[in-house]
C-alpha cells in the first residue's frame, strides 16, 4: 500500500479500497452539516466567509446520520487493534456523530474542547459567541490501548499533566493557505492542534489516514513529525492546494522531532534476569548511595539483609528506610572500583545486550 499520498474521490468509496487494519491513526475533520440558509453578514452589511460549500449540503438529518455511519464503519475496519480515532465537530453534528460512534462499537478516550484563543464573533448578537470546537479520541473497543504520549503530552505543557481543554488559535495570518488573496479552504484547521494530536497518539513511522483532507493540515504536521499519512479528497481544487502545502514542508532531523519517552514503551526486566544471566552474580553485594544500608543479593533474585529478612529489591528498599514503597532499581548500587553504579543502569544495559 503506497503511503503519503492523496487520494481524490469519495472518502467512503475511496476507504473502501483500502486493506483491513492498515492505519495506525485515524483523524477525520466532517463536514460539519451547518445547514446555512443563506450568507452571513456582518453588522456593517459585508461578507462572512463562511461554509456554504456543496459538501457540507444534507438533504436531512437523517441523510447526514447515514453518511456518519458510513465512513465510521469503513474507518473501524481500516484501524489497526489498538489504532486510535479522533473526529472533530462543533454542536452542528459532534453529537449525532459521537452517539452513531458508541452505536458501532467505539470506546471513548476522551472528549477534548478546543477553545479557540481568537474565535469569530457572534455578528448578530443573539446568541454566544462559538468559542470552542470538540474532539472525540476513541478506540476500537474498551480492550484496545491506543498509543498515548502522556511524557510528551506533559513536557509540552510545561511538566504538567496535558488537561482535555486545550486553548490554541484558529488558523490565520500566514499559516492560512490562500489563493489568489482569498482562502484556499473555509475550515482549514492550526497545525498547532494536529501537533498536539500527532504528538499525542502516534509513533514515529505510523501511518495516519484523513478521509476528509481538506487543505492537507493533517499531511503537513505528519511529514513534518516524521510520520506517513493517506489523505482522501473529494474536491481536486483541495486536493492541489494539499499537495503543494505538503510538499514545502521540510521534515525535521531525527534528533529534533525524538519525544519524551515512556518507561512503559521499554521491555520489562525483572531483577532476576540480571542474576540468571551473570550480570549480577549470587554473594554479591548491594548498598545504597549513602552505604548506610547493604543486602546481599540471593540466587533467586531476592535480597537478603543482615538478620536474616529477605524480599524484593522495591521491599527491602523500602524497608530499610521505613517507607512504605521504594524504586529498588534507582535505591540499590552495586561497587565497582570504588564507585557505585545504580541498578537501574545495569538494566539498561541488560536491554541494550538483550536488543542487540
Known sequence: MV???????????????????CVDLVFADPPYNLQLGGDLQR??????????DSWDRFGSFAE?????????TQARRL?????????IGTYHNIFRVGTILQDLGFWVLNDIVWRKANPMPNFKGTRFTNAHETLIWASKSPQARPTFNYKAMKALNEDLQMRSDWTLP???????????????????????????????????????LDPFFGSGTTGAVAR?????????????????VAEGRIAAV?????????????????????????????????GSTLVDRQRRHRARVRADGSLALEGGRSGSIHQLGAAVQGLPS???????????????????????????????
Open 250 to 282: 521540510a521534515p525535521l532531523p531525527p534528533e529534533d522531532r525524538a519525544i519524551t519517552g515512556q518507561a512503559r514503551e521499554k521491555p520489562r526486566v525483572p531483577f532476576g534476569a540480571l542474576v540468571e544471566t551473570g550480570m549480577l552474580l549470587p
Open 326 to 356: 521504594c524504586n529498588g532499581w534507582t535505591f540499590w548500587h552495586v561497587e565497582n572500583r570504588g564507585g557505585l553504579v545504580p541498578l537501574d543502569q545495569m538494566r539498561e544495559d541488560y536491554r541494550a545486550q538483550a536488543s542487540g
Open 43 to 52: 453588522p456593517d452589511g459585508s461578507h462572512v466567509d463562511a461554509v456554504t
Open 3 to 21: 503511503q503519503d499520498r492523496i487520494i481524490i474521490g469519495d472518502s467512503i468509496a475511496e476507504m473502501a479500497r483500502l486493506p483491513d487494519a
Open 79 to 87: 484501524m489497526k487493534p489498538d489504532a486510535g480515532l479522533w473526529v
Open 170 to 208: 484558529i488558523c490565520s495570518g500566514a499559516e492560512r493557505v490562500k489563493i489568489d488573496g482569498v482562502k484556499a479552504h473555509p475550515t482549514q484547521k492550526p497545525e498547532a492542534l494536529l501537533h498536539r494530536i500527532l504528538l499525542a497518539s502516534t509513533h514515529e513511522a505510523d501511518l495516519v
Open 64 to 72: 447526514y446520520d447515514a453518511f456518519t455511519k458510513a465512513w465510521l
Open 224 to 240: 513534518r513529525l516524521g510520520r506517513h499519512f493517506i489523505g482522501i479528497e473529494r474536491e481536486e481544487r483541495y486536493a492541489a
